[in-house]
């Protein structure tokens, strides 16, 4: 501390600023480290800040300050400054929203190797700039959001795909099992149908009782039912998935 180590007092604000640590914990001494070790140019120290400042943690929420202190981060080689501030405008809860200057923020996180390619894809695919979206989706080895984008994609023919319907089914399968995608249910119906070529009786109940327990708006008019057929259809799946 004498020797005012900045990296040493980040370290030690981390402990102080820990609330789950009963023993240490200690949030005016950690936010007093925090802006010491900022003032000798510690860029976690920085980013750190940002955070208590953008969500009051030990001190008054002041987004300002919060913006202030990412930027110093990101400016010192701090990626996940940027990415904080790429995220504030993407959500745009505390800042007016704007995606151009979440994208911009983002790229500079990512030459710092901080990414955030499930954001940039949305962005670019909001944008329309598929050829963009491609290669973020490619690096998604794990499948953990690019399965909605593959399904829409080879569905349309974007970016570059050539239109393959059988995949985009696949993929929006795929889409479900991470999230609930009102439009992949909406699609996988529209595929499965009794008037599809990929018609599939069992796939289509499933995702109609899917539809019904979620609260899911389905046209039913697209899926050539009426009404009645829907209510119909409705007691059926229930007693055809009853355990």
């Known amino acids: 501390m004498q020797r005012k180590h900045s990296q040493m007092m980040t370290e030690l604000a981390m402990i102080y600023t820990d609330t789950e640590d009963q023993v240490h914990a200690n949030l005016a001494l950690g ?24 969500n009051g943690l030990g001190c008054k929420k002041d987004i300002d300050k919060a913006v202030n202190a990412y930027t110093k981060a990101g400016e010192l080689g701090n990626g996940l400054g940027w990415a904080n501030l790429g995220d504030l405008y993407y959500h745009g809860q505390w800042v007016e929203k704007d995606e151009d200057k979440a994208l911009d923020y983002y790229l500079k996180a990512q030459k710092l190797y901080h990414f955030n390619s499930d954001k940039l894809a949305d962005i670019y695919f909001t944008k329309e700039d598929y050829k963009k979206v491609l290669p973020l989706l490619k690096k998604d080895y794990d499948e953990e959001f690019s399965p909605i984008y593959y399904a829409i994609m080879y569905e349309r023919g974007l970016g570059g795909l050539k239109i393959n319907l059988k995949k985009a089914i696949s993929y929006y399968e795929k889409a479900m099992q991470i999230g609930v995608y009102h439009h992949a249910v909406n699609q996988l119906l529209y595929y499965y149908r009794p008037a599809s070529e990929y018609a599939n009786e069992v796939q289509f109940a499933k995702w109609y009782a899917y539809a019904e327990e979620n609260n899911i ?7 050539g039912l009426d009404k009645q057929r829907k209510d119909t259809l409705g007691s059926f799946f229930k007693n055809l998935f009853k355990k």
């Open 217 to 223: 708006e389905i046209d039913l008019k697209i899926l």
């Open 31 to 54: 936010l007093e480290l925090y802006e010491k070790a900022a003032k000798l140019g510690e860029k976690n120290a920085w980013n750190n800040l940002g955070y208590h400042y953008q």
